[in-house]
């Protein structure tokens, strides 16, 4: 058995019999792979602008876009119990997708929600992608940041070239939440 690389390895393990040694040229997975765009979201006006930029650039240069929601896990239990991580998650997602890419399409999306601390995914899965692309702020708490905790923390630690997309929404009265769909 061998593990699998590239178009296989979403297929799973495939039996691989060697008859012989030779060396060949090989080209590698990842050169033969379209370009791979990171894009967080998270239903702020930021991030739905970061993802119809991503969006546009994944139609001019070819890129496969991973569309990154990430809810960060209560950490006590009393209010874990009553949190579900995936609940409205989902219906944002795809309705950012949904208003971003259009009927257009012409775009291939990878959409993921994760539980986890939204920077620390983002971070990940943007090990090895071509670009990572974030609004300049999102749905946190302090409203006067220039740049939100998840943007700066991802322009200064990721492992590829970071997008941070400013939105000219205007700002929110402190303690009103944008609207959603859904």
């Not at 990171?38 to 702020?44: A, L």
């Not at 809810?71 to 997708?97: M, N, Q, S, Y």
């Not at 929600?113 to 692309?133: C, F, M, T, Y």
């Amino acid at each position: 058995m061998a593990l699998p690389v590239g178009p296989e390895a979403e297929r799973g393990w495939k039996d691989v019999y060697v008859t012989g040694h030779r060396e060949v040229d090989m080209p590698r997975p990842e050169e033969d792979a379209p370009p791979r765009i990171v894009v967080g979201v998270d239903g702020s006006p930021h991030a739905d602008k970061a993802l119809a930029w991503a969006v546009r650039q994944a139609r001019l240069t070819g890129a496969r876009l991973e569309v990154v929601l990430a809810v960060e896990v209560p950490r006590t239990l009393h209010e874990a119990v009553r949190f579900d991580p995936f609940e409205g998650a989902a219906k944002v997602l795809d309705a950012g997708i949904d208003r971003a890419v259009g009927p257009d399409g012409g775009v291939t999306v990878v959409p993921k929600v994760l539980a986890r601390d939204p920077a620390n995914a983002l971070l990940d899965l943007s090990e090895g992608a071509d670009l990572l692309v974030v609004g300049s702020r999102g749905l946190g708490t302090f409203e006067g940041a220039l740049l939100g905790s998840v943007s700066r923390r991802c322009a200064q630690h990721a492992p590829c070239p970071v997008v941070v997309i400013r939105s000219d929404e205007p700002e929110r009265e402190k303690g009103t939440a944008p609207a959603r769909e859904g």
